[in-house]
């Protein structure tokens, strides 16, 4: 039934690539295809991250308590990483007892993730089993953070611009790596990070959704008798 309504519809949105790719391949052809998007103003300026190692090197999750986001797997990677790495994981969204490893701050607002990654996180973490095009990944990459996401999340979109990992091994690796070759990843994503912004700031994006839409319409009535 969904798929029949999707062949129906005058203009079906598909909201990321992965999106795109399924109306293509049912036989969706007509379609609006666009992505997220940010406000620009909202966002502060990225800030280049430093290392210093006496410090923690804070990573942040952002996310609900639910089963898809798989953050079991995260925490016990985090929880099992050698103690001379120093790794502490924030978790926004939820609730918990705080470890030496893993501190929860529960429910916060957008500005004040946006403002904990600015500041404070060295790098973004998402291990979901599945994602659409989750905004605090897309905030992280305008900020300018080093991002890891599993593979079956991370959106076509930002591909080059994230490190994906498939399992338990490669996210422990992942996370090494990053902390060992951190100056070079935190160069690299702040250098991204203005494309980003480039790209996916609102502006830009509704534009262009604009123009597609018109479009659409145009040929709609060119057709119609």
């Known amino acids: 039934m969904a798929i029949l309504s999707l062949r129906r519809a005058d203009y079906p949105i598909a909201a990321s690539k992965k999106a795109a790719l399924f109306f293509k391949h049912i036989g969706c052809n007509n379609f609006l295809s666009t992505t997220n998007f940010f406000n620009l ?7 280049q991250k430093e290392l210093q190692f006496e410090k ?3 990573l942040i999750f952002v996310g609900r308590n639910d089963r898809i986001k798989n953050l079991s797997l995260l925490k016990e990677v985090v ?8 790794v502490v994981l924030h978790i ?6 705080d470890t030496n490893r893993i501190h929860y701050h529960g429910w916060c607002t957008e500005d004040e993730i946006v403002k904990f990654m600015n500041i404070r996180a060295h790098a973004f973490i998402l291990p979901s089993l599945f994602e659409a095009s989750p905004l605090p990944l897309l905030s992280a990459l305008a900020l300018g953070l080093p991002c890891l996401v599993s593979s079956t999340a991370l959106p076509l979109e930002y591909k080059g611009y994230a490190k994906s990992f498939s399992t338990k091994k490669e996210l422990q690796e992942a996370l090494l790596s990053l902390f060992e070759n951190y100056e070079l990843n935190a160069k690299r994503s702040f250098s991204n990070s203005y494309n980003i912004r480039e790209v996916y700031a609102a502006k830009v994006v509704l534009t262009k959704e604009f123009e597609e839409l018109f479009s659409q319409i145009e040929k ?3 057709k119609t008798p």
């Not at 926004?92 to 007892?97: A, N, R, S, T, Y």
């Open 56 to 58: 923690p090197f804070e």
């Open 79 to 86: 929880n099992n990483l050698p103690a001379e790495n120093k």
């Open 220 to 222: 709609k009535d060119q």
């Open 41 to 47: 103003s909202s966002l502060p300026k990225p800030i």
């Open 92 to 97: 926004f969204g939820q609730d918990g007892i």
